[in-house]
């Protein structure tokens, strides 16, 4: 019986740990987190020390830890140009599945590798190092899905089946761009027709540069033009009816007074007023992202 | 009603319990009661009971399979923790498969969560850790494994290096002040230089002198030679003064960790007086090569980027340090280069961009100086050009986009701190398929580069004005073989010197010299006919007639127990004589005296008793003069005689230069 009694304690163990304030027993959302894809260079590859004129592998491996699919990615590697080093076929495009596709707590998973040559350093150099940079661009999309109690009476903002709040933090959604705030207000049209306004915050949370979903691909060919730097395109519904919202497209450019982050604001249609409801409002941002990183190898002489 | 088949699978575990469930059921455990429970309720079934029962165990075990999932979820390693124990502690005591079971789904579970708090590729595959950053997240597998990988074959070589290039990389990151890239991890110095024999110096002594060049890794250039030299400088010039320098070259891969002693002996010292600082030092000619990465974007990307985190932007996006300077420095020259634009557009504009260079003297400490620049070349990529203009970039277009120094360019004196040079750059061609361009610039300067170390020593000037010869360090023969060979002679050990000459001879202050000054003089002025021994004995016997070797009867008005009649200067009284040079000018005044004055020499009853009588009286004397002929010439043969006999004795067989 002691066994039941072992199996008993840790059931209760098993629901107590529900009430952890850092972890729950969610039912899995693929739309969390701030994430979308995250690149890593292989451990080995390209290794820490390399040697003059040597080939060896640059791998990367790209996970999507976003809730989307990401279409057309591309990656592009560089190195120094002296002494013969090279990288063949230096670009890749690919496709990754999101948390949403995979019903998992990531998504899909690739890697690529690239052929490299070390340079060839001169008679005197002892050791040299060299620079590896790359850069990657993708288009992504994060809908943000925040459950609201919309309150359509401005003179009686406490009637209703559920709380109201007149501004809501909001949880990343499974992208680095996401609404942070939402700001909710009845805007009066008659003595019983108001319309809803949503003063919605979005902020890059990601470590990257957002540019346009149009030209995601401009910054890593170089053909960007700044005007599509930090260009998101916001769209809104509540509950299936969309939104309309001003400006169409915001900017998050990063500065000391605009730490990556931008409003804007949407209307509903106008309605009747009546006691306060839970409503879902979807936040749709699209937008190009952008990663670069660099790798120091350094390069010894054969001898 | 109790399902018997249950309640056996408790008597199976303690059959003494069979009858305490019958009969003493009011109080069950807790365990029991659930049992009893699920038993209770599956007895209600009645004819399906089995089947019940198998569903219900079955729905239990995904129930409980679905909260392990649970337990997953949450990812707490806590909780993952505790249920590991309790399932192994289960797994372990139980007997009963169906809690077997439960259990083994339990410490699948739990050691799932376990394990992907351990970073690994393969867990890593299924558990995701929140790395923010592509570059933080390499820098977390790279901690994580601890372990680089290494070829093992080169393994000795990095091992060997590391210091000196983990040193060599961090100043050329820019990580290390002006003139201390290698600091004392390469380097070499030379110690101040020394007479090897005498106190002081007098003008016409053998000025022999040495130190010692200590070098520190230089096995890092194997194939650069060093030569040392030795030079003299003073009040008046000592311009012209050859000097035997030993040894004539050096490998640094020989000098590296290690102490080379240069020796400089004067071939010919002019007999003016001087006041002089002896020097030594060594020249070599030595390449140092640096480069410079750039980096050059597209200007619409740098805008771009630019417009995004302002003019600095390149730590944001690549970690690169804007401000960098050549990352490789080596030998006896920093050559630091610097763009004064980074990242340069690709349409950089001619003098929007400046290249920077300088040739930092590091081995200033050790009182280094580059003497000449031998030849300097600046390579650029194909895309880059450089706007040579004079006085600031005085280089000239080689093509292949090679820039040599113009060979005008001239040093106006040595560089023992630093040259520097300034050169427009622009972009003439983005010359790369990728956004960021990053050539490399590559400057080489070949160089001579001088050490030295110097002393003032003090020379002394002697009274000149009686020297009857003079000392011009020629003789014909010099080369000639004396005979050591004493088994000719005949040896009465009984017969020899009185002890004080022996002692003046062996162990006076003078000692080292007169030894020097006889052996030199009987080398350089023997007499046809005389070996070795017997022209040492010689010199000898004529230092104990003229002055009993530093006591009376002769004079000897410094004390230095040498003649002043042999030192050339009768009159002296001052610390000027010099006892090496006294005694080998006594023998090439014999000689000349032997071989010019004495050729008809029948006057006498020997040559050497010409020779002797002229050495005492002068060259003209008087054959018939018998004024001291006949006690000079005897004295001095009998004192040569007991000289041979010392030298010859078996204790000091070999002469002098034993």
């Known amino acids: ?303 | 009603m109790v399902d018997e088949s249950n309640v056996n699978l408790n008597s199976q575990e303690d059959p003494n319990r069979e009858g305490d469930t019958q009969e003493t059921a009011p109080k069950p455990s807790g365990g029991r009661a659930i049992k009893n429970f699920i038993v209770s309720g599956l007895g209600k079934v009645g004819s399906h009971s089995e089947l019940i029962k198998t569903v219900f165990k079955w729905v239990f075990v995904v129930g409980m399979f679905v909260a392990s999932i649970f337990v997953f979820l949450s990812h707490n390693w806590s909780v993952a923790s505790i249920l590991l124990i309790i399932s192994l502690i289960v797994f372990k005591l139980s007997k009963n498969s169906f809690l077997r079971t439960l259990s083994l789904i339990f410490i699948f579970a739990s050691l799932a969560i376990l394990a992907s708090y351990i970073s690994s590729p393969v867990i890593d595959a299924f558990s995701h850790k929140n790395t923010p950053t592509p570059w933080q997240d390499t820098t977390h597998d790279k901690l994580a494994r601890g372990v680089h990988t290494y070829n093992t074959k080169f393994a000795k070589l990095v091992k060997s290096s590391r210091e000196y290039i983990q040193h060599q990389v961090d100043c050329a990151e820019g990580n290390c002040p002006m003139g201390e890239s290698e600091g004392p991890q390469v380097g070499m110095m030379l110690s101040t230089p020394q007479l090897m024999y005498a106190h002081h110096v007098l003008v016409g002594d053998p000025l022999d002198f040495s130190s010692t060049l200590t070098g520190i890794n230089l096995d890092l250039y194997p194939d650069v030679v060093v030569y040392p030299f030795c030079s003299v400088e003073g009040e008046t010039s000592f311009e012209g003064v050859n000097f035997n320098v030993s040894p004539k070259k050096i490998y640094m891969s020989d000098l590296s960790n290690g102490v080379v002693p240069i020796m400089c002996n004067a071939v010919a010292i002019p007999s003016t007086y001087l006041m002089n600082t002896i020097e030594t030092g060594v020249r070599f000619n030595f390449t140092t090569t640096s480069d410079l990465r750039l980096v050059i974007m597209k200007s619409t990307l740098r805008n771009a980027l630019e417009s995004v985190y302002g003019t600095n932007f390149l730590p944001f996006v690549f970690e690169i340090n804007s401000s960098q300077v050549a990352y490789y420095n080596d030998g006896p020259i920093n050559l630091g280069m610097r763009i004064s634009q980074m990242p340069l557009a690709a349409r950089a504009k001619e003098n929007s961009a400046f290249l920077i260079f300088a040739l930092n003297n590091q081995w200033y400490s050790a009182n280094g100086a580059i003497l000449k620049i031998n030849y300097m070349n600046i390579s650029l990529p194909d895309g880059l050009v450089l706007i040579p203009k004079k006085p600031y970039c005085p280089f000239v277009e080689k093509g292949n986009g090679v820039y040599s120094l113009d060979p005008s360019f001239k040093l106006n004196s040595p560089v023992s701190s630093v040259l520097s040079f300034f050169c427009g750059i622009k972009v003439s061609k983005f010359n790369s398929q990728f956004p960021v361009w990053t050539p490399h610039i590559d400057v080489s300067v070949n160089y001579e580069y001088e050490l030295n170390s110097s002393n003032d020593i003090p020379i002394y000037k002697p009274d000149e004005s009686n020297r009857p010869y003079s000392y011009d360090g020629s003789s014909s023969f010099a080369d000639q073989n004396f005979s050591k060979d004493c088994s000719s002679l005949n040896i009465d050990p009984n017969n020899l010197p009185p002890s004080k000459y022996v002692k003046q001879f062996t162990s006076s202050l003078y000692a080292q010299q007169i030894q020097r000054g006889v052996e030199d003089g009987a080398s350089k002025y023997g007499l046809p006919g005389f070996s070795k021994v017997q022209m040492e004995a010689l010199l000898l016997g004529i230092m104990v007639m003229e002055t009993g070797v530093g006591s009376n009867p002769a004079a000897d008005g410094d004390g230095d127990g040498i003649p002043d009649h042999i030192a050339g200067c009768t009159g002296c009284s001052s610390g000027y004589n010099n006892v090496y040079k006294d005694i080998v000018n006594a023998a090439k005044a014999l000689k000349w005296n032997y071989e010019d004055n004495c050729k008809n020499y029948s006057a006498y009853p020997s040559r050497l008793d010409c020779a002797l009588h002229a050495y005492n009286k002068g060259p003209k004397a008087d054959p018939n003069d018998k004024t001291n002929r006949d006690i000079y010439r005897p004295t001095v043969k009998a004192a040569m005689n007991q000289w041979i006999n010392y030298l010859c004795s078996s204790a000091n067989s070999g002469g002098v230069s034993k």
């Open chain 1, 1 to 303: 019986m002691r066994f039941w009694s072992l199996f008993l304690v840790f059931v209760f163990l098993m629901f107590l740990s529900g009430c952890s304030s850092q972890s729950s027993f969610n039912v899995f959302n693929p739309y969390t987190g701030s994430d979308a894809l995250v690149v890593s260079l292989m451990p080995s590859a390209p290794p820490e020390i390399t040697y003059s004129g040597i080939p060896y592998k640059i791998g990367f491996k790209l996970t999507n830890y976003g809730a989307l699919d990401i279409h057309n990615a591309y990656i592009v590697v560089g190195t120094d140009d002296f002494g013969g080093a090279k990288i063949s076929n230096p670009s890749a495009s690919f496709d990754l599945k999101g948390k949403k596709s995979t019903h998992f707590f990531r998504g899909e998973t690739t890697y690529k590798f690239f052929d490299a040559v070390a340079p060839k350093l001169t008679s005197s150099q002892q050791v040299t190092n060299i620079l590896l940079t790359y850069l990657v661009c993708y288009p992504y999309e994060t809908k943000s899905q925040i459950s609201l109690c919309i309150d359509t009476n401005p003179y009686n903002p406490s009637s209703g089946g559920c709380r109201f709040s007149p501004s809501v933090d909001v949880a990343p959604a499974g992208g680095p761009v996401n609404v942070v705030n939402v700001k909710e207000s009845p805007v009066p049209l008659s003595s019983d027709t108001i319309k809803l306004r949503f003063v919605i915050t979005v902020k890059n949370l990601g470590n990257g540069l957002v540019l346009s979903y149009d030209n995601y691909k401009s910054l890593c060919d170089g053909s960007v033009d700044y005007k599509n730097l930090g260009k998101v395109k916001v769209s809104a519904s509540l509950s299936g009816s969309p939104l309309e919202c001003y400006p169409s497209s915001i900017s998050l450019m990063p500065s000391s007074a605009n730490p990556e982050t931008a409003v804007f604001t949407c209307y509903s249609s106008p309605m009747k007023m009546r006691s306060s409801f839970t409503s879902l409002l979807t936040v749709d941002l699209k937008y190009g992202y952008f990663l670069s990183g660099s790798k120091k190898l350094q390069v010894y002489k054969l001898s």
